[in-house]
């Protein structure tokens, strides 16, 4: 799970605010043109992945959503509209309702009203999965780190087989394109941690890095600022 370090609100949702303030407003009261400010202001922060599992959210509203971090059912209605509570989640299935929602999904789509143990805002959210070349996923770092990564794998249903088909494939496709060009480890590690011209993240990027990094026998850091041997281990 790739850490989000989170910049300011959008403008327009501070204005919106300020404008309302003396009103008991709900989510539903938050204006189509202001959910779109602040769906872009989050597209820019997780560079247009999925906060949860990394995958590219294009920007298809039915394919994502504004996922509160601290579900809104447990929350005053006034920390809805906290910048600093939400991320955007892609909803792990095609499409939304009643219909779609009985056919299971990840992420945003899975988690219904759920707190998670472990979010991409917390400081060690990095250390506490591991990602393997087939695409599967485990808790890890220490014994408390992987008892919450577990509850959060299956609160997100983030080994779901869909899910870790569509990861083990960006992952191929990233130990292809390394051997292919000759790459060093460090050149595959840097280009999937780093955005295009658009500010956008390679598809399952965080994940393909995460894999090249263990296989260059770097637990963590900074995947543009490593300096490593490709075998060392
Ligand atoms: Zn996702």
């Known amino acids: ?58 920007d298809d509203p039915l394919r994502h959503h504004i996922d509160h971090l601290p579900p809104r059912s447990r929350t005053p209605r006034a920390d809805h509209f906290d910048h600093g509570n939400v991320v955007v989640s892609c909803e792990g299935r095609e499409g939304r309702g009643a219909e779609t929602r009985r056919k299971g ?26 990602y393997h070349s ?24 983030l080994d779901d087989k869909l899910l870790t088909v569509r990861r083990r494939e960006a992952i191929r496709e990233a130990l292809d394109l390394v051997q292919a060009s000759g790459q060093a480890l460090a050149s595959g590690i840097e280009h999937y941690g780093r955005p295009d011209q658009q500010g956008r993240l390679p598809h399952f ?9 263990r296989m260059a026998g770097i637990a963590g850091g900074s ?5 490593l041997d490709p075998h060392g281990g």
């Open 105 to 130: 999904g990840h992420c945003g789509g899975a988690r219904g009203n759920s707190a998670l143990p472990v979010t991409p805002l917390d400081d060690d959210c990095e250390e506490c999965f591991a």
């Open 1 to 58: 799970m790739r850490r989000i370090r989170k910049g300011p609100a959008p403008p327009e949702l501070e204005r919106w605010k300020r404008d309302n303030a003396h009103l008991s407003v709900g989510w539903g009261d938050l204006p189509g043109d202001v959910k779109r400010a602040w769906r872009a202001c989050l597209f820019t922060e997780q560079g247009h992945t999925c906060a949860y599992c990394s995958a590219r959210v294009d």
């Open 205 to 213: 990027g965080f994940i393909a890095a995460s894999v090249l990094r």
């Open 223 to 227: 995947p543009a600022s490593c300096s």
């Open 134 to 157: 087939d695409g599967a996923i485990e808790a890890a770092g220490s014994l408390t780190q992987g008892q919450r990564a577990d509850s959060t794998i299956h609160l997100l249903k």
